[in-house]
């Protein structure tokens, strides 16, 4: 079993990119505008300095009103019902009735305060938490190898072969996993470049690996999506959890004590927990990604966020009640955060894969290599499988024998 302060460590590591989300400001205290006949006043500046929640409400509805204008023809008399003041907030709350010649989605949303809040996360939290979970899973990876070393087959390797996955099924894989690493590299290029690269190599040189990784990145997507598909098909069925998956998981599926071999079919417990993540953690991040690569045209957020609050569950966790009327430039900082965090998970939980995939276990790499196991790491690893294989190429052989037998 995993011991529970390696496990706490591993859920913290998990959950680490999510805390900043759940840090919820304070709420600011009721403010008297009657001094300055509804206008911000000291107070407002203050809480909005303190980062508090204010309620805005008062200068987003105070765009103007034509009807309360005094007609031109008064004495003092005005031209319109709406101040300069009030236009501007009208611009900045998107609530003015502006008419472009472009046609874009986003082209009449002429100022989004969101950027800011977006680029802080992005700039801070995002890559701090991110990174600090990449780097500790790595670290949880080595101690992993210290401490248990290379998961060795107990018994004698027979020499005899089995066939794992047939070619198109580690086609499918690489196909998934080549295209993987190549997005994940060029994603955390992007990310982790003004920080860290930018002041290595300089802006000269940055600029070109930029638009090089970022051209990868667009265009490798395409063939993430279809290794998704393809090994969804080949083994959706597989991943169907059974009696055995308790079994496996009680015992740690033996990772952590030599001699022990939980049964398993095709795929053990935790080659299905890898396989649902990779499905339900992939889907998401394709269709985050589809959503940046067609900016402005897949909004995602505002329609989630509704039926989120349908559920009762953001308001429950103290999230509040998720906003819905989002402007589509917030669309896109939310789908760039989303994506980024669903990679830094994605990417955190690939390592122990490719670990345990290569070094960390003897003969599992040839699966995927070559395709053919040898029976005795069959045996141990997927015993039930190698029976089902068995059993399967006895009845073949039964009824080859059958038919080659001249009818008496
Ligand atoms: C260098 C990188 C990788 C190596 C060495 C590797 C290795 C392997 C091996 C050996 C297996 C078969 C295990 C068995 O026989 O039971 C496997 C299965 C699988 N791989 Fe990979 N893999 C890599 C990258 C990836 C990536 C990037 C993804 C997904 C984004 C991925 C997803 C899967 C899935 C879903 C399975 C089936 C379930 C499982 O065995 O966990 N692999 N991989």
């Keep these: 079993m995993i011991p529970r302060p390696f496990f706490l460590l591993i859920l913290a590591l998990l959950a680490a990119p999510f805390a ?3 840090v919820q400001a304070q709420e600011a205290p009721v403010i008297d505008r009657s001094a300055t006949g509804g206008a911000s006043t000291l107070e407002d500046i203050l809480a909005r300095q303190a980062q508090q ?8 509805e105070d765009v103007g009103d034509p009807a309360r204008a005094a007609p031109e023809t008064a004495p003092l008399g005005s031209l319109g019902g709406i101040s300069q003041a009030e236009d501007w907030r009208a611009l900045r709350y998107n609530k003015a009735d502006v008419t472009v010649s472009s046609r874009s989605p986003a082209a009449d949303v002429l100022m989004q305060d969101g950027g800011m809040a977006w680029l802080a996360f992005r700039a801070g939290p995002l890559i701090t938490y991110g990174g600090w979970l990449l780097l500790g899973t790595l670290a949880l990876l080595a101690l992993f190898y210290a401490l248990r070393g290379r998961i060795r087959t107990d018994g004698p390797l027979t020499g005899r072969k089995v ?37 290595l190599v300089g802006h000269e040189a ?34 169907i959890p059974n ?15 030599k001699g022990v071999h939980p049964p398993a079919k095709k795929f053990n417990a935790g080659q299905k927990i890898i396989f649902w993540a990779v499905l339900v953690l992939g889907i998401s991040i394709s269709v985050s990604g589809l959503s940046l690569l067609f900016p402005f045209e897949l909004p995602m957020f505002a329609g989630t966020f509704d039926l989120l609050n349908g559920t009762g569950l953001p308001q429950a966790l103290g999230f509040g009640t998720l906003p819905t009327a989002l402007a589509p430039h917030e669309e896109m900082q939310l789908a760039q955060l989303w994506h980024a965090i669903i990679a830094f998970v994605f990417i955190a939980i690939i390592l122990a894969h490719i670990y345990l995939g290569s070094v960390g276990m003897e003969g599992a790499f040839d699966a995927m290599g070559s ?18 294989v068995k059993a399967k190429a ?15």
């Design 20 to 22: 900043p989300l759940g």
């Design 371 to 388: 395709g053919e196991v040898d029976e005795q790491w069959a045996k141990e690893h997927h015993g039930l499988w190698l029976d089902e």
């Design 53 to 60: 929640k204010l309620d805005d409400s008062y200068r987003s």
């Design 243 to 257: 009696k055995h998956d308790l079994k496996w998981l009680a015992v740690g599926g033996g990772l952590f004590s």
């Design 206 to 239: 940055f600029a070109p690996l930029a638009v090089g990784g970022k051209w990868v990145h667009n265009n490798v997507a395409w063939a993430f999506m279809l290794g998704l598909v393809m090994v969804t098909v080949f083994w959706l069925v597989h991943n």
């Design 163 to 199: 066939l794992r996955f047939p070619s198109i099924e580690r086609f499918a894989h690489w196909l998934l996993g080549g295209s993987f690493i190549l997005l994940g590299l060029t994603g955390l290029f992007q990310l982790f470049g003004r920080k860290f690269i930018i002041p």
């Design 394 to 408: 006895a009845d073949a052989k039964a009824g080859a024998n059958k038919a080659a037998t001249p009818a008496e």
